[in-house]
């Protein structure tokens, strides 16, 4: 077999790329994980539902920071929000965001551990 029996042609390559709308919004959702106090939120929202005082309590920051990130993430489409009376209780939206979040911190503490990778 010779390596050019395995070439795709460039046109096969771009018909398996993702929709630029798809890019646009994964792009976004990523740009949302990258700062350190909002990623420390959605790994406590990815275990369930918790009102924004257990969460400044956790995180260590101040309230209107944590009820900023908070909309942010839902604007972003990463967090949902439900009513209980008075109290406002967020989680991470779906099985996939909470997939993302657990895979890279998974990703982070082999990274900084050097534990080998695995599949």
């Known amino acids: 077999m010779y390596a050019r029996d395995n070439v795709v042609g460039a046109g096969e390559l771009q018909q398996r790329l993702p929709a630029d709308n798809e890019v646009v919004a994964a792009t976004d959702m990523l740009r949302m994980l990258a700062d350190g106090t909002r ?19 956790a995180v260590g920051a101040a309230r209107p920071a944590v009820s900023q990130h908070l909309a942010k993430l839902r604007l972003a489409g990463l967090v949902t929000i439900r009513r209980d009376g008075r109290r406002a209780l ?30």
């Open 39 to 57: 990623l420390r939120l959605m790994w406590l929202l990815s275990d369930g539902e918790h009102d924004v005082t257990s969460l400044v309590a």
């Open 90 to 119: 967020y989680a991470a939206r779906g099985g996939h965001v909470r997939r993302l979040v657990t895979e890279v911190m998974h990703a982070a503490a082999h990274s900084v551990t050097g534990e080998p990778e695995h599949d």
